[in-house]
């Protein structure tokens, strides 16, 4: 639904005939929408979770999203071959299953599709083309006032769900203007096919960039691979079942860092030493990473055999650009026709929100570390910022709809009613 249609529908002013023009004319004060319910910003699939939740609850909520359709960055900014990297029992969202016939890592075109069927399940129909440029508690009414280009909504709940991949992260280097070939953030990566027979070097060694390796090499280019810092790569599967799985049953009866040690006894034994291959492990196991520092183990779908075979070459740290050359820090300097960018994202909420409690201003992530940081002061929530992927988000999103619902059928409805008259006033 678009922003002024969505409006039309749901304004109360409007109905009344007590607003008779829109805000797109610049020179009129944006329009003001009151919302009983939570107001959620982003409509991927964190989004969708915490709206599906609170509906669960009997909380109507409103989802503001800046794209023209839910999880734009599932649709627009991820590559052709991209499956859930998780089995898809770790990455259904709350109250409905993946489907039987889907695959155990499901393709991002059945992703797509199961949210879209999440959507219309619970009948969520989120206002697009509907960015939020700033969200601040008003502390004299005690409510929200989000503003988009055209309206300020007013609530007494902001959920915020822009996620952690909002805005690529894109590395300076010297010589970066010289460079002849295009430099290239995967978010703009569809396939392989327009660098067939091209060499190309991928900066960045996530499970996105060592993906994307792969695609090169399966649309006959010449991948090669920058490893800036150590890793852990761990196998899909071990002993017939997936590596994330196993881990998170042993969790349950061992502690960390003798899972850790287990993962990366059975890893040496089924990969070999990957230090030879230029990919250092850090001192830290892998899941212990994980949970201090947020950085995801990268689970191998096939790079590592074409690493090992020489098809694809890994450099350390660039030094400078020019012309087609690179010159990486141990002194190397090779010719690429082009350049991929598998640098990541983070998140984009210290753009727009006006709260320094929850998130920190630094990284747009909130200060406080899983289990807690999903609640902040004033009615403000963020689901899906915890660095634990779609299960994460599952956790938060109930937490969220069961602590605003527990306010809502106390003293919610009355509250508002009294901000409304108050905002009115
Ligand atoms: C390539 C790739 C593969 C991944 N694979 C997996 C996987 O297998 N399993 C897993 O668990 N996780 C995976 N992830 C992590 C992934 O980020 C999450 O699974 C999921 O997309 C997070 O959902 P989200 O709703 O929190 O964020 P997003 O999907 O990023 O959705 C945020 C939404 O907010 C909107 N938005 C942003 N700013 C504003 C604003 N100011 N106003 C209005 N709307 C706004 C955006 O347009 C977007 O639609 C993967 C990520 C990437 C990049």
């Not at 991820?78 to 990297?85: A, E, I």
């Not at 890592?105 to 206002?127: C, G, I, M, R």
Request: glycine residues 8%.
């Amino acid at each position: 639904m678009e922003e002024v249609e969505f409006k039309k529908l749901h304004d109360p002013y409007l109905h009344s005939n007590m607003i008779t023009s829109t805000s797109t004319n610049q020179h009129l004060p944006p329009r003001r929408v009151w919302v009983p319910g939570p107001i959620i910003v982003g409509a991927g699939p964190s989004g969708l979770a915490a709206a599906a939740c609170l509906k669960n609850q009997g909380v109507p909520a409103m989802i503001l999203e800046q794209a023209n359709c839910i999880a734009s960055l599932w649709q627009f900014r991820t590559y052709d071959r991209l499956r859930l990297h998780l089995p898809k029992q770790f990455c259904q969202l709350p109250h409905m299953p993946f489907p039987v016939d889907f695959p155990t890592y499901p393709t991002k075109q059945h992703f797509l599709s199961y949210l879209e069927s999440y959507a219309k399940n619970f009948d969520l129909n989120p206002v697009f083309n509907a960015r939020v440029m700033s969200a601040e508690y008003d502390g004299e009414c005690g409510f929200w006032r989000v503003k988009t280009k055209v309206s300020e909504y007013v609530s007494q709940w902001v959920i915020v769900a822009t996620g952690e991949n909002a805005k690529e992260v894109v590395p300076r280097f010297e010589g970066m203007n010289e460079f002849n070939g295009p430099i290239v953030h995967t978010s703009c990566y569809k396939s392989g096919e327009c660098f067939q027979h091209k060499s190309v070097l991928v900066v960045g060694c996530g499970n996105s960039g060592m993906e994307v390796c792969l695609d090169l090499c399966n649309f006959n280019a010449f991948p090669s691979l920058v490893v800036r810092d150590s890793l852990h790569v761990l196998p899909q599967h071990m002993f017939g079942t997936s590596t994330f799985g196993l881990s998170i049953w042993l969790l349950k009866w061992l502690p960390i860092r003798i899972v850790d040690q287990f993962l990366l006894l059975v890893s040496r034994i089924m990969m070999g030493d990957t230090s030879r291959l230029g990919l250092n492990r850090p001192k830290l196991g892998p899941l212990e990473l994980k949970s201090i520092y947020g950085k995801t183990p990268v689970l191998d779908v096939g790079t590592l055999a074409k690493i090992r075979t020489g098809v694809i070459k890994v450099y350390p740290k660039i030094k400078k650009l020019s012309c087609n050359n690179v010159e990486f820090v141990d002194g190397r300097v090779d010719k690429f026709d082009a350049i991929i960018l598998a640098t990541g994202y983070r998140s984009n909420v210290p753009t727009w929100l006006k709260d320094t409690n929850l998130f920190s201003e630094n990284d747009g992530l909130p200060k406080k570390k899983f289990p807690e940081g999903w609640k902040g002061e004033h009615g403000l929530y963020a689901v899906g910022f915890t660095k634990r992927g779609l299960l994460g988000t599952c956790i938060e999103a109930t937490q969220i709809a069961q602590d605003i619902a527990s306010q809502w059928n106390s003293k919610g409805r009355c509250e508002f009613l009294q901000g409304q008259t108050c905002i009115h006033s």
